[in-house]
């Protein structure tokens, strides 16, 4: 058979641990047999990231930059203990964190869903994608203890020196104190991203927060997302038949739990924070959550929204059996792919894409699946299967729809 050619490569960033022994499999398997993969490989595993003293992760995001498009795989983010067990130079940040930092991207986590896999909540029916803005707010702020009596002010002062101040309050008592902010640029770039994934995916995209309580923090946002809306995406909204909708953020969750799901939920920072475990624990399994950054000028990311699977990989080294679920690291590759292939008109190549998502989709709703969705599955008499299994069947699947 003919393997799909490739016109501009995409970026791989290779990763750790399970999901670094799955990347391979999944290539092994999955891609190379049918596609002629173009692409410029970063290993981040720790390892190397901590040869190169991180720069490897710089370069990869800068040439994520150059090609448009990236597939990152899961990778460990160092803590004390990770210092010791690499024996590290340095506690090296987090890898999606220097990455996002240099694409200024919103990421946006959807939930794969498949026949015998039900969501929690019953009027669920299709993905609810997050889109959490990763800039700011509570996240990025300054704390005090009160210890008594006295006077909280919030004081700007502009680069002339002229100073404007605001009481925040007049303690008589001990208590809290805290101040956050966010930046007009941030919130634009987070909204243009949130509108252009709209397009791109054809769904209807809801914000919200809470501007009836913070009438210039919170105002703002809203402010934001509706002038860039007015100005740039109104037509081709119209033009794609899908909605912009705001609405304050309990309401937004009212609603969400009465929905049938199918639409992208814009959310503040902590908001996405809470949201997207909420979301994500509803519709079964952090295994089945697919994860792409968005840059504001169409650079995109993908990767699996869980880690690397450190348990799994210390049974896989004592030689034992494993049955790690690959399905969010297949579906990064193909959402990749299927990107490439819109970008550089191979329709091929979206088509290929399409088609081994809807392989791992029937193998699972066949019954063979891993061992963390036969625990929750409605299925009866299902097959379970160890990581390089399930793979294999996905790949007799994907021969099974090509035939
Ligand atoms: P994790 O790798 O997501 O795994 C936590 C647990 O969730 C696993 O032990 C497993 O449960 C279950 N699980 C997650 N993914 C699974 C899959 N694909 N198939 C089957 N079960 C799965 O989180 P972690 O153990 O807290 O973190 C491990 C490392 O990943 C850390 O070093 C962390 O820094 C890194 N991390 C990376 C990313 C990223 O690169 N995007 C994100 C999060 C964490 P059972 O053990 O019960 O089977
Ligand atoms: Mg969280």
Avoid at 355 to 382: F, P, W
């Amino acid at each position: 058979m003919e393997r799909i050619k490739m016109t501009t490569p995409i970026v791989e960033m290779d990763g750790d641990e399970m999901t670094r022994v799955l990347w391979k499999m999944i290539k092994d398997e999955l891609i190379c047999p049918f596609v002629e993969l173009k692409s410029e490989y970063y290993d981040l595993g720790l390892k190397n990231r901590d040869a190169t003293d991180d720069r490897i992760t710089i370069d990869s995001a800068n040439a994520a930059k150059r090609y448009g498009v990236a597939v990152k795989c899961a990778t460990i983010t160092p803590n004390a203990a990770r210092v010791k067990e690499y024996d590290l130079k340095e506690m090296w940040k987090s890898p999606n964190g220097t990455i996002r930092a240099i694409l200024d991207g919103t990421v946006f986590r959807a939930p794969i869903v498949v026949k015998g896999i039900e969501p929690y909540v019953r009027t669920w029916k299709k993905p609810i994608t997050i889109a959490r803005h990763a800039y700011g707010d509570v996240y990025k702020n300054v704390e005090m203890i009160i210890p008594g009596p006295g006077k909280a002010e919030l004081v700007f002062t502009a680069e002339d020196g002229r100073e404007t101040r605001e009481t925040v309050f007049e303690y008589k008592g001990a208590g809290v104190l805290q101040g956050m902010h966010n930046l007009n640029a941030s919130i634009e770039s987070f909204a243009k991203s949130c509108f252009n994934y709209a397009l791109d995916t054809k769904q209807d995209i809801w914000f919200a927060c809470k501007d009836t309580i913070s009438k210039k923090y919170d105002h703002t946002f809203k402010d934001i997302f509706q002038e860039i809306f007015d100005a740039q995406y109104k037509g081709k909204f119209e033009a794609a038949g899908i909605t912009y909708f705001y609405t304050l953020i309990d309401d937004a969750v009212a609603r969400v739990m009465k929905s049938e799901g199918g639409f992208i939920w814009a959310c503040k920072n902590y908001d996405g924070d809470v949201m997207s475990d909420m979301v994500s624990s509803a519709f079964g399994s952090l295994a089945m959550m697919t994860s792409v950054l968005v840059s504001p000028d169409g650079i995109y990311e993908y990767e699996a929204a869980h880690g690397t699977v450190q348990r799994h990989y210390y049974k896989y080294l004592k030689g034992e059996e494993t049955s790690t679920n690959s399905v969010a690291t297949i579906f990064a590759w193909t959402g990749a792919l299927r990107k490439r292939g819109e970008l550089d008109g191979i329709s091929e190549l979206c088509a290929y894409a399409d088609r081994m998502e809807q392989a791992v989709i029937r193998t699972i709703e066949s019954g063979r699946m891993t061992k963390d969705l036969a625990l929750i599955t409605s299925l009866e008499n299902v097959t379970v299967l160890n990581s390089e299994e399930f793979i294999k069947a996905v790949r007799a699947t994907y021969g099974e729809l090509s035939r």
